[in-house]
């Protein structure tokens, strides 16, 4: 069981059981890039503009945009998912165009080089808010602030809270390459937090080979707290989506996409 | 762990349903299908005469052997296929008939009417019949995929795939024991419910000689709700 923060438990000691998730989603980033570049030019991000995903994993997004032109800058926690990223980006010949650096959310401005600031957009993609208390959200959502210019975005992609107040399922199995996570998930409403027990196996045959189990925590919020959150953080929300598609959100939505100008 | 509730431990429940029922302790009671046979031992503790059937041979095996000497003259296991009930006499009665675990929907309508219809003749007059079966429209609305449950060791996981057009909900199970964290892949087995609304269980039982006095959400006797995931209902013996 883990001693530290679970995000530690799973993006630094046992990174190894979440990279096959990353390199599960590693094929549908192509299509959710494309959506991501009509939303640039839907708000008005220059098409070779300055680009910070942060947190990047393995760069399923970072390295697709470099391949489009941008100049982007990706920023992970896990050293296993930025070494990986900078594999990817150089077997694609986005190594000069992708830089990737470690580094941790709530002190971003710390860790992305100044010469690299300010970008044009910044993108908080995946559920990577939440992991630690509504104050932390709020200092992590000043430190986009700090490096993307007057004018520029943030991109937000978040589970909605609304969605998993009507579908939650409070068990899964999902399979991902030779690993098996098995879930149980425990909507808290008192505090708006998910307690979720994730356990991970490798397949040995018909047998599942324990790795480790983790509990992940993590806040979940409604479209309109989302928007106060920003709105603290000194961003004006301009377009709220209920996906990558851009289509309108509703509480069916199971991901809310935000975007807010500086 | 949160897990969900597995299903067969209900026995107390059943019991305080039978008595909210109006059902007295001496009342006999034929339990068929009875799984592992634990909710008739339960039901024999109870203070119930009771016949237990169930075709898993290995299963009853193991029933039998779990009974203590003093219930022994009151508790019977029997291994049968569905439709056949041995040992009793074709006028043997009871007064409850139990018919748990969506009993239902295995084959086709036919055969649940044949069934249903095989249990008539072993009810008393002012016999009763108890049956339980999944609600479509609660699975139609939450289609779960997956859901695990751990008994003692063994750790279940269920995978489930509702078809809405023939309303075929398919069961797959694999089974595992748990040494340490790591789970050792023991058997698996799998199961098509055929799911079909209140009305049309109600429709069959008037088939097979049956009249519902109640439906109910489940064994706390709640109202049937879109909510409520097992429907329990009340049939009696249509003769005028």
């Known amino acids: 069981m883990a001693s530290g923060h679970w995000t530690e438990e799973l993006f630094l000691r046992h990174s190894e059981a979440f990279l096959p998730i990353h390199e599960t989603a590693w094929a549908r980033g192509e299509?959710?890039?494309?959506?991501?570049?009509?939303?640039?030019?839907r708000f008005g991000v220059p098409p070779s503009g300055r680009i910070l995903d942060a947190p990047c994993g393995i760069g399923r997004h970072a390295t697709r945009l470099a391949s489009m032109g941008f100049r982007v800058v990706g920023v992970d926690l896990s050293p296993a998912y930025i070494a990986r990223a900078k594999q990817l980006a150089t077997e694609s010949g986005m190594g000069d165009r992708a830089m990737y650096i470690v580094g941790?959310?709530?002190?971003?401005?710390?860790t992305v080089p100044k010469e690299e600031a300010p970008f044009d957009a910044a993108l908080n993609l995946w559920t990577s808010l939440g992991y630690y208390s509504e104050e932390?959200?709020?200092?992590?959502?000043?430190?986009?602030?700090?490096?993307?210019?007057?004018?520029?975005i943030l991109v937000l992609f978040i589970v909605n809270r609304d969605h998993i107040v009507r579908h939650h399922e409070p068990q899964s199995y999902e399979v991902y390459g030779d690993f098996v996570v098995i879930s149980q998930e425990r909507f808290d409403i008192a505090g708006s937090w998910?307690?979720?027990?994730?356990?991970?196996?490798?397949r040995r045959g018909d047998d599942l080979e324990h790795v480790v189990t983790v509990p992940i925590t993590h806040r979940v919020y409604s479209l309109h707290e989302l928007i106060r959150l920003l709105e603290r953080a000194g961003w004006r929300v301009e377009g709220t989506f209920g996906g990558m598609k851009m289509d309108p959100p509703s509480v069916d939505s199971r991901a809310l996409m935000i975007v807010a100008r500086r | 762990?949160?897990?969900?509730?597995?299903?067969?431990?209900?026995?107390?429940?059943?019991?305080?349903?039978?008595?909210?029922?109006?059902?007295?302790?001496?009342?006999?009671?034929?339990?068929?299908p009875c799984g592992i046979g634990r909710r008739a031992l339960r039901l024999a503790k109870a203070g119930h005469p009771v016949v237990a059937v169930d075709p898993n041979e290995i299963g009853i095996d193991a029933a039998r052997r779990r009974v203590p000497e003093d219930l022994r003259p009151r508790l019977t296991?029997?291994?049968?296929?569905?439709?056949?009930?041995?040992?009793?006499?074709?006028?043997?009665?009871f007064d409850v008939i139990l018919s748990l675990d969506h009993s239902i929907g295995r084959g086709g309508e036919e055969d649940d009417v044949?069934?249903?219809?095989?249990?008539?003749?072993?009810?008393?007059?002012?016999?009763?019949?108890v049956l339980d079966f999944l609600s479509r429209d609660y699975i139609a609305s939450r289609p779960r995929p997956f859901a695990f449950h751990v008994i003692g060791n063994i750790e279940r996981h269920e995978f489930r795939r509702f078809d809405p057009v023939s309303g075929i909900l398919h069961l797959e199970w694999n089974f595992y024991e748990r040494t340490g964290d790591d789970l050792t892949f023991r058997t698996n087995s799998s199961v098509d419910l055929r799911l079909v609304p209140p009305h049309v269980v109600a429709?069959?039982?008037?088939?097979?000689?049956?009249?519902?006095?109640?439906?109910?959400?489940?064994?706390d006797r709640a109202p049937v709700t879109e909510g409520r995931r097992k429907i329990v209902l009340v049939a009696h013996p249509a003769r005028d």
């Open chain 1, 31 to 41: 299509e959710e890039t494309r959506d991501l570049r009509a939303l640039f030019a």
């Open chain 1, 104 to 110: 941790d959310l709530r002190r971003l401005s710390e």
């Open chain 2, 114 to 129: 044949g069934f249903l219809t095989r249990l008539t003749a072993h009810a008393t007059d002012a016999g009763r019949l």
């Open chain 2, 77 to 93: 296991y029997a291994a049968a296929p569905r439709m056949g009930l041995p040992n009793l006499a074709p006028g043997e009665t």
């Open chain 1, 136 to 152: 932390a959200d709020v200092l992590v959502l000043e430190e986009y602030a700090t490096l993307v210019r007057p004018g520029g």
């Open chain 2, 203 to 219: 429709w069959m039982l008037e088939r097979a000689g049956w009249r519902v006095s109640a439906f109910y959400g489940g064994w």
């Open chain 1, 194 to 202: 998910m307690r979720n027990e994730w356990r991970f196996f490798r």
């Open chain 2, 1 to 32: 762990m949160g897990a969900e509730p597995h299903p067969v431990d209900d026995s107390e429940a059943i019991v305080a349903f039978l008595r909210a029922e109006g059902i007295p302790s001496g009342a006999s009671i034929l339990d068929v």
